[in-house]
């Protein structure tokens, strides 16, 4: 399985960004998609994941302003971000784990700045 993520940049705080993941190669009918991130000199963190049967979970520092959805027949996950903070500034990773164990994707920085 390889993973592609894009959509990151530069963008002020409370602007919005929209990140998308394509999946290449097979994956298992049940699968979850998602998407971590790393600020620096921090843990990598889950922010949201999506199963393939549409059931998902955010971090709470971001349930009410971020927005996954995946497309299952493309093999595509998206994390649509609103109202972005200063603090959401990391490199976000897309992932997908099915019975075999977890994909990483390459990352993506985004960063909230003015």
């Known amino acids: 399985v390889q993973l592609q993520a894009s959509g990151g940049g530069l963008v002020p705080p409370g602007g919005s960004l929209r990140l998308s993941c394509a999946a290449s190669g097979f994956l298992g009918s049940d699968n979850v998609m998602g998407w971590y991130r790393q600020a620096p000199g921090k843990r990598r963190e889950s922010v949201a994941d999506?199963?393939?049967?549409?059931?998902?979970s955010y971090a709470d520092s971001v349930k009410t302003r971020f927005t996954i959805s995946r497309d299952n027949a493309k093999k595509m996950v998206y994390l649509q971000m609103d109202s972005l903070k200063s603090e959401d500034t990391a490199v976000y990773f897309c992932?997908?784990?099915?019975?075999?164990?977890?994909?990483w994707g390459k990352g993506t920085q985004v960063t909230v700045s003015s």
């Open positions: 999506m199963t393939s049967g549409g059931r998902t």
């Open positions: 992932s997908v784990r099915d019975w075999r164990g977890r994909y």
